[in-house]
């Protein structure tokens, strides 16, 4: 036994690997990414990121079938990609222990909604488990593969952004392999309708087994304290409550908040004089709780929007809310802009002088939307831009102006092939650009199935763009730089000016990335600079205007000279020096 100061989703991936898991697959999403960026340090574990979460799950559901205990992570949305599978693996459960991580982001902190994906494990009719810190997250994950195993179904691990990337104490243990044979079963694997019709009553059946389990497990407790308010909670909000009230209040705290213990909340309601549910988000469990036909409270006095604190809880409960301190000064706003170099500036750059109506994809290259470039004009999910270009030129033909789909080469691999391959099949004229940065950049420069490499680094199968694009039956694909503006602005005329469909792949790794290696840094001559600004119209953040004239800023700058290439007066030249 070791004591350990460890990330929430450090602590899932030592969970991982004392509980015996030999498999993971995952697509990276935060907050859930470096659950799997762990795993892959212990060389017991065999780890990939997969091209989607539904990939992603149906592997793991393999690896499990073969005998050998499974894992895969995705944030709230991917679980959504994966619910094909998740919902039939429900009814035919697993053969080695199967455990499932799905990071809610309530506050949207890096995300497209702040959807409550305990709806799912009721919809699915699998267990949910939830902590509420490290320690629990360490343990939930060894629990998760014993329910698992012992009442035949993957289990559904919920974290949040605060349980996932803050730290506490962990005890560490040892790690116990766990093995189990395959074995043919065709009336419980394959669910065609005649055997499907007879899982469900089993589903049913272990539900209600589950339900009696959550009565007596360890991990949904009662905390009595003063018995005028007791509160329904879990996962953070527990710390939240703790922090704000301590031992003044009696806490009914859940582990498992699916499927709920009936008697247990009965029996705690009827020890004190009024019931609250504190949860972040839908009201999930008071729903279920007023169900029962009891007297609660919960959503009529906390929102059910944006990530809750003990300050917000405090407010909410009319309690002193500590004050704080605050600097004198106000803080200038910093809206989030692409890095200085970022190679999708200046493709950007040159659809909006094209005038064009850019459909965007999920990816940092959504930051495109933001002023100065303002290119971006929807972002709806993973892949959707294809289908949605797709559907624009559709319905309104040549009327539809020059429509344009951005997707980048991770997401392209996610989802967006199969919106390609219906361009293809149904012929719009489409024009598809491929922002190939060659990394997974916003999640953390994770490895795709077009980068080459595998999560370790190491050299993995690549699939080519280009030849992918070709065999789909695409007759024009073209490869640009996107740092050349000209060149960049001459690929997206001509393919607009085609009657068919295409694909312009532009093509430049990412500037954070390591093995990229810079120009020097750009000065400008402030004698040529009239400071006209027209630098500032690729909105870099290597770039200012000091006393009417720009600046750079040689400690950001790549020395890209995508600015350089709008300068009327050539003012800006290269130093020469490393940045």
Same mark, same amino acid.
Request: charged share 25%; with cysteine; net charge neutral.
């Given at each position: 036994?070791?004591?350990?100061?460890?990330?929430?989703?450090?602590?899932?991936?030592?969970?991982?690997?004392?509980?015996?898991?030999?498999?993971?697959?995952?697509?990276?999403?935060?907050?859930?990414?470096?659950?799997?960026?762990?795993?892959?340090?212990?060389?017991?574990?065999?780890?990939?990121?997969?091209?989607?979460?539904?990939?992603?799950?149906?592997?793991?559901?393999?690896?499990?079938?073969?005998?050998?205990?499974?894992?895969?992570?995705?944030?709230?949305?991917?679980?959504?990609?994966?619910?094909?599978?998740?919902?039939?693996?429900?009814?035919?459960?697993?053969?080695?222990?199967?455990?499932?991580?799905?990071?809610?982001?309530?506050?949207?902190?890096?995300?497209?909604?702040?959807?409550?994906?305990?709806?799912?494990?009721?919809?699915?009719?699998?267990?949910?488990?939830?902590?509420?810190?490290?320690?629990?997250?360490?343990?939930?994950?060894?629990?998760?593969?014993?329910?698992?195993?012992?009442?035949?179904?993957?289990?559904?691990?919920?974290?949040?952004?605060?349980?996932?990337?803050?730290?506490?104490?962990?005890?560490?243990?040892?790690?116990?392999?766990?093995?189990?044979?395959?074995?043919?079963?065709?009336?419980?694997?394959?669910?065609?309708?005649?055997?499907?019709?007879?899982?469900?009553?089993?589903?049913?059946?272990?539900?209600?087994?589950?339900?009696?389990?959550?009565?007596?497990?360890?991990?949904?407790?009662?905390?009595?304290?003063?018995?005028?308010?007791?509160?329904?909670?879990?996962?953070?909000?527990?710390?939240?409550?703790?922090?704000?009230?301590?031992?003044?209040?009696?806490?009914?705290?859940?582990?498992?908040?699916?499927?709920?213990?009936?008697?247990?909340?009965?029996?705690?309601?009827?020890?004190?004089?009024?019931?609250?549910?504190?949860?972040?988000?839908?009201?999930?469990?008071?729903?279920?709780?007023?169900?029962?036909?009891?007297?609660?409270?919960?959503?009529?006095?906390?929102?059910?929007?944006?990530?809750?604190?003990?300050?917000?809880?405090?407010?909410?409960?009319?309690?002193?809310?500590?004050?704080?301190?605050?600097?004198?000064?106000?803080?200038?706003?910093?809206?989030?802009?692409?890095?200085?170099?970022?190679?999708?500036?200046?493709?950007?750059?040159?659809?909006?002088?094209?005038?064009?109506?850019?459909?965007?994809?999920?990816?940092?290259?959504?930051?495109?939307?933001?002023?100065?470039?303002?290119?971006?004009?929807?972002?709806?999910?993973?892949?959707?831009?294809?289908?949605?270009?797709?559907?624009?030129?559709?319905?309104?033909?040549?009327?539809?102006?020059?429509?344009?789909?951005?997707?980048?080469?991770?997401?392209?691999?996610?989802?967006?092939?199969?919106?390609?391959?219906?361009?293809?099949?149904?012929?719009?004229?489409?024009?598809?650009?491929?922002?190939?940065?060659?990394?997974?950049?916003?999640?953390?420069?994770?490895?795709?199935?077009?980068?080459?490499?595998?999560?370790?680094?190491?050299?993995?199968?690549?699939?080519?763009?280009?030849?992918?694009?070709?065999?789909?039956?695409?007759?024009?694909?073209?490869?640009?730089?996107?740092?050349?503006?000209?060149?960049?602005?001459?690929?997206?005329?001509?393919?607009?000016?085609?009657?068919?469909?295409?694909?312009?792949?532009?093509?430049?790794?990412?500037?954070?990335?390591?093995?990229?290696?810079?120009?020097?840094?750009? *000065? +400008? =001559?402030?004698?040529? %600079?009239? /400071? $006209?600004?027209? !630098?500032?119209?690729?909105?870099?953040?290597?770039?200012?205007?000091?006393?009417?004239?720009? *600046? +750079? =800023?040689?400690?950001? %700058?790549? /020395? $890209?000279?995508? !600015?350089?290439?709008?300068?009327?007066?050539?003012?800006?030249?290269?130093?020469?020096?490393?940045?």
């Amino acid at each position: 036994m070791k004591k350990e100061l460890m990330l929430g989703n450090k602590a899932i991936a030592r969970g991982l690997y004392e509980a015996g898991v030999c498999f993971v697959s995952s697509y990276p999403g935060t907050p859930s990414t470096e659950i799997t960026e762990e795993a892959v340090k212990y060389d017991e574990i065999y780890c990939e990121w997969a091209p989607n979460e539904k990939v992603a799950m149906e592997s793991a559901f393999g690896a499990s079938l073969a005998g050998r205990r499974a894992f895969c992570a995705q944030k709230h949305v991917g679980l959504n990609v994966a619910a094909d599978p998740l919902f039939t693996m429900s009814y035919t459960g697993v053969n080695a222990g199967l455990v499932i991580v799905v990071a809610d982001d309530a506050g949207m902190h890096s995300s497209q909604n702040e959807q409550d994906s305990r709806h799912y494990a009721i919809a699915a009719k699998v267990p949910m488990l939830e902590p509420a810190d490290s320690a629990e997250a360490l343990a939930f994950t060894k629990l998760a593969y014993e329910l698992s195993e012992r009442f035949d179904t993957p289990v559904l691990l919920k974290t949040c952004t605060r349980v996932a990337h803050s730290q506490s104490v962990v005890e560490t243990g040892e790690r116990v392999e766990q093995e189990k044979p395959y074995a043919k079963d065709i009336a419980k694997y394959v669910m065609m309708p005649g055997n499907a019709k007879k899982r469900h009553p089993i589903v049913e059946a272990r539900t209600k087994a589950l339900r009696e389990y959550a009565e007596t497990a360890e991990i949904n407790h009662v905390e009595m304290g003063g018995t005028d308010l007791g509160i329904i909670t879990a996962s953070t909000s527990y710390q939240y409550v703790k922090e704000v009230f301590g031992d003044e209040v009696s806490v009914l705290k859940l582990g498992m908040t699916n499927p709920l213990p009936d008697k247990l909340i009965r029996d705690f309601a009827a020890k004190v004089k009024k019931l609250v549910v504190v949860e972040e988000l839908d009201d999930v469990i008071e729903q279920q709780v007023r169900a029962m036909g009891l007297t609660v409270s919960g959503r009529d006095i906390l929102p059910g929007i944006d990530e809750f604190s003990q300050n917000k809880l405090a407010a909410a409960f009319d309690r002193e809310v500590p004050k704080g301190t605050s600097i004198a000064e106000p803080v200038p706003p910093r809206p989030p802009v692409m890095c200085a170099g970022c190679p999708h500036r200046g493709m950007f750059y040159a659809l909006k002088k094209r005038k064009c109506t850019v459909l965007g994809d999920i990816g940092c290259y959504t930051l495109g939307a933001v002023p100065p470039l303002g290119a971006i004009e929807m972002t709806l999910c993973m892949g959707a831009s294809i289908g949605a270009t797709h559907g624009f030129h559709k319905v309104l033909g040549e009327k539809a102006g020059n429509v344009v789909a951005v997707i980048g080469d991770s997401t392209f691999m996610h989802s967006g092939m199969t919106g390609l391959a219906n361009v293809a099949y149904n012929q719009s004229a489409s024009t598809i650009v491929i922002l190939d940065n060659s990394i997974t950049g916003m999640t953390g420069h994770q490895q795709n199935p077009a980068t080459g490499y595998n999560i370790k680094g190491e050299p993995a199968g690549r699939i080519d763009l280009e030849a992918l694009c070709w065999a789909m039956g695409f007759k024009r694909v073209r490869v640009v730089d996107p740092y050349d503006l000209k060149a960049c602005d001459t690929a997206i005329a001509e393919e607009l000016a085609v009657d068919e469909a295409s694909v312009i792949i532009s093509r430049r790794p990412c500037a954070l990335l390591k093995k990229v290696k810079h120009r020097p840094p750009l *000065v +400008v =001559d402030k004698e040529k %600079c009239i /400071g $006209c600004k027209s !630098c500032m119209r690729v909105g870099c953040p290597a770039i200012s205007m000091k006393e009417g004239k720009a *600046v +750079v =800023d040689a400690t950001q %700058c790549v /020395g $890209c000279e995508v !600015c350089s290439q709008l300068c009327p007066k050539q003012a800006f030249s290269s130093t020469g020096e490393k940045g």
